[in-house]
Nanobody, 116 residues
Framework: EVQLVESGGGLAQPGGSLRLTCAAS????????MMWIRQVPGKEFDWVAT????????IYRTSVKGRFTISRDVAKNTVDLQLDDLKIEDTAMYHC?????????RGQGTQVTVSS
């Protein structure tokens, strides 16, 4: 069974940092591209970052480029999202997602709140 479990969210001040982790099970992240997305209540999901299945070409939405870093640990089967220089507008529920055989999987998410 495919499972994605996010952790690491919390409260941070503007300019602060958090590190989110997505623990995957039921498949190997070495064979899948992985994404982080986020959602503010009442709004649609926004894509944040993607790491391809080779782990070579991360891509980011413009507003987080240079502040967020996506990475993976194949041995641990985890995908991380390092959030630096956080801004109030980064407040959201963050989810990791992947698509396997045309099926989209998404974890329950971890809340990131940026406030002074």
């Amino acid at each position: 069974e495919v499972q994605l479990v996010e952790s690491g969210g919390g409260l941070a001040q503007p300019g602060g940092s958090l590190r989110l982790t997505c623990a995957a099970s039921g498949f190997s992240i070495a064979s899948q591209g992985m994404m982080w997305i986020r959602q503010v209540p009442g709004k649609e999901f926004d894509w944040v970052a993607t790491i391809d299945r080779d782990g070579i070409y991360p891509i980011y939405r413009t507003s987080v480029k240079g502040r967020f870093t996506i990475s993976r640990d194949v041995a641990k089967n985890t995908v991380d999202l390092q959030l630096d220089d956080l801004k109030i507008e980064d407040t959201a529920m963050y989810h990791c997602t992947t698509r396997i055989s045309s099926v989209d999987y998404r974890g329950q998410g971890t809340q990131v709140t940026v406030s002074s």
